[in-house]
């Protein structure tokens, strides 16, 4: 079984800062992509930032040069680093990753989401 976790999300003003976390446990034998979403309340849940096992991202044009993403292959862990925050980022962030287990099958896994608030 194959878990996700996150943490690190909050309430700040705007123009703060926050760090997201997200690590994965379980039977794992590889990660592939490793994804940011985030999804506000009545608006469908959208891709923020996008990392490759090989370090390669994208981003959501609304938060270029303003949110990183990174990962931490030794710890199974992707993070986000969200500077300039704006009250229009306020939502539930959620991570997702494609896992190859220990069983060599590949599956999409979400984690429980973490809301950040950003206050005007």
């Known amino acids: 079984q194959v878990q996700l976790v996150e943490s690190g999300g909050g309430l700040v003003q705007a123009g703060g800062s926050l760090r997201l976390s997200c690590a994965a446990s379980?039977?794992?034998?590889?990660?592939?992509?490793m994804d940011w979403y985030r999804q506000a309340p009545g608006k469908q849940r959208e891709l923020v930032a996008h990392i490759t096992s090989g370090g390669s991202t994208e981003y959501a044009d609304s938060v270029k040069g303003r949110f990183t993403i990174s990962r931490d292959n030794a710890k199974n862990t992707v993070y986000l680093q969200m500077n300039s925050l704006k009250p229009e980022d306020t939502s539930v962030y959620y991570c997702y990753a494609q896992i190859l287990g220990s069983d060599y099958t590949l599956r999409g896994y979400w984690g429980q989401g973490t809301q950040v608030t950003v206050s005007s």
């Open positions: 379980g039977s794992i034998f590889s990660i592939n992509l």
